[in-house]
């Protein structure tokens, strides 16, 4: 699952390294070598001109000082580097680094969208001891935003119920899942969302895991729930087909465990083996 390594330490404040490694980002894509999808060594970033002295720390990988660099033009001198989306990484690259470049380009995101005061529009400056923007002229505070979103895998039974969703990229069937509201607690919004997206009422709800998701900046917090009453009646403009899966039917292949929708609904696949 996408996660930040065990051997990880954040840090807030800038430290000087003799081989730093350095996420650099244009938009949300990073930039790598080619080859073997590492991260380009300091030789090439100052040949390519990105300032480092600006970049952001992120924190310690092994005892390596990482760190995040943003680039306003992605032209490259030669075809041995390229920008690349995370979602390409997904398989790509080990856990360690995917959950690096995660957090790498939430920070990197951050940073690029708070330049200037969505208050007065004067330039921002970074605050002192923690990841957080201040307006000089203002005192209106930034910190990187964090959206809060539930996931739910329903159960009836022996079956579960799965959904395609109208705007899924990979149109496969996966759990329910929606953002919060403001003054909503999760388990409002679990509710709410199974409410809305499907007609049906739940209870008995369980969490199961949690993980931050980059595409921009989620945190995905996922449930279980028993259904209580109701019949499937979609939403048709957030699902396009909901259905229950039983020991009996075809249940989605198996994809990359990246994601916590796919721990979840592989967590409850027939055959599985579960602790008592």
Same mark, same amino acid.
């Given at each position: 699952?996408?996660?930040?390594?065990?051997?990880?330490?954040?840090?807030?404040?800038?430290?000087e390294?003799?081989?730093? #490694?350095t996420?650099?980002f244009? *938009?949300e894509?990073?930039?790598?070598?080619?080859? /073997?999808l590492?991260l @380009?060594d &300091? $030789?090439f970033?100052?040949a390519?001109?990105v300032?480092?002295?600006?970049?952001?720390p #992120?924190?310690?990988w092994?005892? *390596?000082y990482?760190?995040v660099?943003?680039?306003? /033009?992605?032209?490259? @001198?030669d &075809? $041995?580097?390229a920008y690349?989306?995370?979602r390409?990484?997904?398989?790509?690259?080990d856990d360690?680094?995917l959950?690096?470049a995660s957090?790498?380009?939430?920070?990197?995101?951050?940073?690029?969208?708070h330049?200037?005061c969505g208050v007065?529009?004067a330039p921002?400056a970074?605050?002192a001891?923690e990841?957080?923007?201040?307006?000089p002229a203002?005192g209106m505070?930034a910190?990187?935003?964090?959206?809060?979103?539930?996931m739910v895998?329903i159960?009836k039974?022996e079956r579960v119920?799965?959904?395609?969703?109208?705007n899924?990229?990979?149109?496969?069937?996966?759990p329910l899942?929606g953002?919060?509201?403001?003054?909503?607690?999760?388990e409002?919004?679990?509710?709410?969302?199974v409410m809305?997206?499907v007609?049906l009422r739940?209870?008995?709800?369980r969490?199961?895991?949690?993980?931050?998701?980059p595409?921009p900046?989620?945190?995905?917090?996922a449930f279980?729930?028993?259904?209580l009453?109701?019949?499937?009646?979609v939403d048709?403009?957030e699902?396009?087909?909901?259905?229950?899966?039983g020991?009996?039917?075809?249940?989605?292949?198996?994809?990359s465990?990246v994601?916590?929708?796919?721990?979840l609904?592989?967590?409850h696949r027939?055959?599985?083996?579960?602790?008592a």
């Amino acid at each position: 699952m996408l996660h930040t390594p065990a051997s990880f330490i954040p840090l807030l404040a800038p430290q000087e390294h003799a081989e730093p #490694l350095t996420f650099v980002f244009h *938009r949300e894509r990073l930039l790598l070598r080619e080859a /073997d999808l590492g991260l @380009p060594d &300091a $030789a090439f970033l100052a040949a390519l001109g990105v300032d480092t002295a600006r970049a952001h720390p #992120l924190g310690l990988w092994d005892g *390596r000082y990482c760190q995040v660099a943003l680039v306003e /033009d992605d032209a490259l @001198p030669d &075809a $041995a580097h390229a920008y690349r989306g995370l979602r390409s990484l997904f398989n790509a690259v080990d856990d360690g680094m995917l959950g690096l470049a995660s957090r790498a380009c939430q920070v990197a995101e951050w940073a690029r969208t708070h330049r200037y005061c969505g208050v007065c529009a004067a330039p921002m400056a970074l605050a002192a001891g923690e990841r957080c923007f201040k307006c000089p002229a203002c005192g209106m505070l930034a910190y990187p935003r964090i959206s809060p979103a539930m996931m739910v895998l329903i159960r009836k039974g022996e079956r579960v119920l799965l959904a395609m969703h109208t705007n899924s990229p990979s149109k496969r069937f996966s759990p329910l899942a929606g953002f919060l509201e403001a003054g909503e607690s999760i388990e409002e919004a679990v509710h709410r969302e199974v409410m809305e997206e499907v007609g049906l009422r739940v209870h008995n709800l369980r969490y199961f895991t949690s993980q931050s998701w980059p595409f921009p900046h989620s945190l995905m917090i996922a449930f279980t729930a028993d259904y209580l009453d109701g019949e499937i009646r979609v939403d048709a403009s957030e699902i396009a087909e909901a259905r229950w899966f039983g020991p009996d039917d075809v249940w989605p292949e198996p994809v990359s465990t990246v994601s916590i929708s796919s721990l979840l609904v592989d967590a409850h696949r027939p055959g599985v083996v579960r602790p008592a």
